[in-house]
C-alpha cells in the first residue's frame, strides 16, 4: 500500500467524489473526508459507503471518529513516528479527542487527511461545494 498511496493520491487530484467511490454515495453537500481518505487507504470496515447509500463494489468509512478508533496508534503530533509514511492526520479540537482510550467525539468540526513522505502532499480536503478532490 505504502509505494501506490502516492499515485492513488494523484490519480484522484481534480475529480469528483463521483469517480471515487464506486457505490453511491455522492453527495457533493456532504463532508467526505473520511470517505475519501478510506478509498485511497482501503479502509472498508463499518459503517461505510455501501452500507449507508447502497452499491456492491468495495466500500470504504466514512466516519473520521471511527477511522481514528481503528488506527494502531495514535497521539500527538509532537510525537509521530519518523517515517515517510503514510500516515492518517486526524485535525478536531482538543478537548474532543482523548488518545489514552483512542476515542474522538463525532462533531462537525473534524478533518482527517495522509500524510505522505514528510510532507503534506497528500492532506487532501474537497474544494468548493464538495465536487472536487484537491491539495
Known amino acids: 500500500m505504502t ?3 502516492r499515485s492513488r493520491l494523484e490519480n484522484a487530484l481534480g475529480k469528483p467524489i463521483d469517480d471515487i467511490c464506486p457505490n453511491r454515495f455522492h453527495d457533493h453537500n456532504a463532508n467526505h473526508c473520511a470517505h475519501f481518505v478510506s478509498h485511497m487507504m482501503g479502509l472498508d470496515f463499518s ?5 449507508y447509500k447502497g452499491g456492491s463494489q468495495q466500500p470504504a468509512n466514512i466516519r473520521v ?3 481514528f478508533k481503528q488506527c494502531p496508534k495514535v497521539g500527538q503530533w509532537s510525537d509521530r ?5 503514510p500516515l492518517l492526520v486526524f ?5 474532543n479527542v482523548d ?3 483512542k476515542t474522538m467525539g463525532n462533531i462537525p468540526q473534524k478533518h482527517i487527511g495522509v500524510f505522505y513522505k514528510r510532507a503534506y502532499l497528500s492532506l487532501f480536503q474537497l474544494q468548493g461545494n464538495g ?3 484537491g491539495t
Open 99 to 101: 488518545i489514552h482510550t
Open 47 to 51: 459503517f461505510n459507503c455501501r452500507e
Open 91 to 95: 485535525v478536531t479540537r482538543t478537548n
Open 131 to 133: 465536487s472536487q478532490m
Open 3 to 5: 509505494q501506490d498511496i
Open 65 to 67: 471518529h471511527e477511522v
Open 81 to 85: 513516528p519518523t517515517t515517510d509514511g
